[in-house]
């Protein structure tokens, strides 16, 4: 299994600033996944993060508005950039444990409201 | 790329019933395919799985099964409590590269005392 501790667990900002989500993962993992959870709705993958390269976004997610840092093989960050109130949403960072196609494990996620 | 369908969005049952969720997946070649509960304001955790090499597994109240063919998968909760009471998500994804874990929309489960 994984311990994974992700943070801040809230916070409310204002439209225009940034927020950095920081996840530490206490094992070394290859990749590091990025979810939205948007109120009452599923999880959508933000970008992959592969230590040692760039992330990777799925389709409508850009590095501009989620820059994302993977220094090391137990870390990595998102940044939500120039916030606006639709950018309010739970973020989620999850690992694998043993590659793709094991399970799955999230951090307890972020809970953000852009005011 | 892979999509899943999730069905029904909400179900409400009594106490001690069965409850089925369906989901259908795009993509032959996903092979694994997850099941998440979450509790409200708790993150997702997994409560059972299984690959493309098998059509049926179980555990205690839980079981999923798989039909290849159709390309859909179901969860099966059996006497169920009001602790099951949560939003379920099924997955899919592929066992190789950097393919994501792909979700449904959820479904959110009711049991009623």
């Known amino acids: 299994s994984a311990v994974i501790s992700q943070k801040p667990s809230r916070d409310i900002c204002q439209r225009g600033t940034s927020l950095t989500i920081q996840c530490q993962v206490d094992?070394?993992?290859?990749?590091m996944f990025w979810y939205r959870q948007q109120p009452g709705q599923s999880l959508t993958l933000i970008a992959t993060?592969?230590?040692?390269?760039?992330?990777?976004?799925e389709s409508g997610f850009v590095i501009d508005k989620f820059p994302i840092s993977r220094p090391n093989l137990t870390f990595s960050t998102l940044t939500v950039s120039n916030m606006s109130p639709e950018d309010s949403s739970i973020y989620l960072c999850?690992?694998?444990?043993?590659?793709?196609?094991?399970?799955?494990?999230f951090g307890q996620g972020t809970r953000l409201t852009v005011v | 790329g892979e999509n899943v369908e999730q069905h029904p969005s909400t179900l409400s049952v009594q106490e001690g019933d069965s409850a089925v969720i369906k989901c259908t997946y795009s993509?032959?070649?996903?092979?694994?395919f997850p099941w998440y509960k979450q509790e409200l304001g708790k993150r997702p955790q997994l409560i059972i799985d299984?690959?493309?090499?098998?059509g049926e597994k179980k555990d205690q109240r839980i079981a999923v099964t798989l039909n290849k063919t159709a390309k859909h998968f179901s969860l099966h909760i059996t006497e169920t409590q009001p602790e099951d009471s949560a939003v379920y998500f099924c997955?899919?994804?592929?066992?190789?590269?950097?393919?994501?874990?792909?979700f449904g929309k959820g479904t959110r489960l009711s049991v009623i005392a």
């Open positions: 999850s690992v694998e444990i043993g590659g793709r196609g094991t399970e799955a494990f």
């Open positions: 094992s070394q993992v290859t990749m």
């Open positions: 993060a592969n230590q040692g390269s760039e992330a990777t976004y």
């Open positions: 993509d032959s070649a996903s092979n694994y």
């Open positions: 299984i690959r493309s090499n098998v």
């Open positions: 997955a899919a994804s592929k066992n190789s590269g950097n393919t994501p874990l792909v």
